[in-house]
């Protein structure tokens, strides 16, 4: 079966230097090799774990780390046609999420449109709240400075694929003493998860019922808290801005995908809180294994239907503008290479 994988990552050379040491200095060092290749050897690794396409971003933090608006405005645009030039010489392999300057949000949704409509894009991929003039300071997305940018995101009918960071050194102290805690092993997900109940909360997809929000890691731990989150928030009184129980936006305005996430037993119990049709495949490259990832999926105990749905077609109902002939295991000879 040819998987279709929407958190693929990729960084430019000029970048280099802003992607923060995740893990041990050896095994940072052949991801960031890694991220810099958009070619034979990503291609490779896609024919060996059997993913037919890749929806690549650009890594975190990325766009959201700029604290200079028109900076970010300006490498935003710079990297996205660099990603359109990649997708162009290979389009029955590759697909974009644009990157966005959310700083200004306005800009972010002119920019998400170009993409969309000139470039072909898919969506955007954002690494959670946006720096704002320095560092320290972040903007989160369930401010009505954004609405102008979401309201963007739902005309243009595109998902957007809320990513982790770490949080802002004024939201780190818990973490004193324990910097093995950062990144990927906890800190991404209580960032993105909080990040994912701030837009729930705020009454967004009230205002924007048709707006689709992708996450992570099966979920960010939500589909197994949602219940709880719910059921206590619904006794907050006046302090509620939603109008729904806030299960409902999960079910209806969120898809979650399998990025850095392989374990049956977890996917199991995302299925059984979201169905089948919300969940997604994918790898999470370079900092994931595309082989180790497929391995799992390939051969988890899941149904034949399920694993077509969050191998493929979801995806392809998700993103109309995924070339024919993709996910469909079928022989097309211009996909190139297949090992199974
Ligand atoms: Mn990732």
Not at 14 to 36: G, T
Not at 210 to 221: D, M
Request: aromatic residues 10%; contains cysteine; glycine residues 8%.
């Amino acid at each position: 079966m040819g998987k279709i994988a929407l958190e693929e990552h990729f960084n430019l050379p000029e970048f280099s230097d802003e992607v923060p040491q995740y893990v041990s200095p050896e095994i940072m060092k052949d991801i960031n090799r890694r991220l810099l290749d958009l070619g034979a050897e990503r291609l490779a690794e896609m024919d060996a774990a059997g993913i037919d396409f890749s929806l690549l971003s650009l890594t975190s933090p990325g766009i959201q780390g700029k604290i200079d608006p028109k900076r970010a405005v300006a490498d935003a645009a710079r990297t996205n046609d660099t990603l359109a030039e990649v997708v162009a010489t290979n389009p029955t392999r590759f697909g974009g999420f644009a990157a966005l300057p959310l700083q200004d949000p306005a800009a972010a949704a002119a920019e998400l449109e170009r993409c969309v409509t000139q470039l072909g894009f898919h969506g955007a991929l954002v690494n959670g709240y946006t720096n704002i003039k320095d560092a320290d300071t972040g903007w989160y997305y369930d401010h009505e400075r954004f609405w102008t940018f979401w309201e963007r995101a739902e005309a243009l009918r595109v998902p957007v694929y809320l990513h982790p960071r770490d949080p802002l050194a004024g939201n780190q102290g818990i973490y004193e003493g324990h910097p093995e805690l950062f990144g990927a092993v906890w800190t991404f997900t209580v960032e993105t998860a909080t990040h994912a109940l701030r837009l729930m909360t705020s009454g967004l997809f009230d205002r924007f019922p048709k707006l689709t929000v992708i996450l992570g890691h099966l979920g960010e731990t939500l589909p197994f808290n949602m219940w709880r989150i719910a059921h206590r928030a619904a006794a907050m009184g006046d302090l509620i801005k939603f109008d729904k129980p806030l299960t409902h936006y999960l079910l209806n305005n969120f898809y979650v995908t399998t990025s850095g996430n392989f374990h049956t037993q977890t996917l199991n119990a995302t299925m059984a809180e979201m169905g089948a049709d919300r969940v997604l495949y994918s790898s999470d490259y370079p900092y994931e294994s595309m082989r180790e990832a497929s391995d799992w999926f390939d051969n988890a105990a899941l149904n034949d239907n399920d694993r077509a749905k969050i191998g493929h077609l979801n995806a392809r109902r998700l993103f109309p503008n995924i070339p024919e002939g993709i996910g469909h295991g079928e022989s097309a000879p211009e996909l190139g290479r297949r090992s199974r």
